[in-house]
């Protein structure tokens, strides 16, 4: 059993950090293990700081082993050109979408990326399709991710472009969107309940959402005054 590695001994790390990088290329290279070469390109990005290496382990395991966690992280290159590559939302779109529909750690994120870039329109010619961008929303808020709950909630407030407005929908989705932790869903559910703005006025309940709302700000304040090492 190899001893403990001291991580206030400089050498000893370093030696640590080198065997680490050995093993995962070892699994990518030799063994083609997908999970291997995405434990590479993190090693790459976070230990060596060497983003255009990760880069090409990213587009390598998304191309070929279409693994759906190293297809996110490589849309979220492609959006920031980081690691070398061009800005390129289409191809950003292209590596979310991948994500999304292989399923996976990072599939409902993906899912939403997908539905903000088609709801954006500038990977379909400034052409936004909100039909399509509603279809990804609803697959990342069944996963439980409030912001594409709140995107909905959004959509069916006003409506758009091939959906029609729908009160009933855009409280429901204000709702789940304020459950998951969404402060300014829970403040458009007390708005609505308020006004009885396509409900029935509940002061009972806007009450409720707009405690809901100022305890999530508070939350997201205090979280935000933390300082590392307190």
């Known amino acids: 059993m190899a001893a403990p590695v001291n991580f206030l001994n400089e050498d000893e790390v370093k030696e640590y950090l080198d065997n680490i990088g050995t093993e995962y290329s070892y699994q990518c290279h030799r063994e083609k293990q997908p999970e291997g070469c995405h434990r590479l390109a993190e090693y790459y990005e976070s230990i ?15 191309e070929q082993n279409e693994l759906s966690e190293s297809c996110y992280k490589l849309g979220g290159y492609y959006v920031t050109g980081r690691g070398g590559l061009p800005v390129d939302l289409k191809a950003a779109y292209n590596c979310f979408l991948k994500s999304c529909n292989k399923g996976g750690k990072k599939s409902i994120d993906s899912c939403h990326n997908v539905g903000l870039l ?8 400034e052409k936004p399709d909100p039909v399509l961008a509603r279809d990804y929303y609803e697959k990342a808020c069944e996963g439980s991710f409030a912001a594409s709950c709140f995107n909905l909630s959004a959509i069916y407030l006003q409506g758009d472009t091939g959906i029609a407005q ?3 929908r855009a409280l429901h989705y204000s709702e789940k969107a304020c459950d998951l932790g969404h402060t300014w869903a829970c403040a458009n559910a007390s708005r609505m309940y308020k006004l009885g703005d396509g409900v029935s006025q509940n002061d009972s309940k806007a009450e409720t959402f707009k405690n809901r709302a100022m305890e999530l700000h508070k939350k997201q304040k205090e979280s935000s005054q933390i300082t590392f090492g307190e």
Do not use: Q
């Not at 088609?118 to 010619?125: E, S």
């Open 48 to 62: 060596r700081k060497n983003f255009e290496a990760a880069a090409k382990i990213l587009k390598l395991n998304c």
């Open 118 to 125: 088609l709801h954006d329109g500038r990977v379909n010619d």
């Open 166 to 168: 729908d009160m009933s």
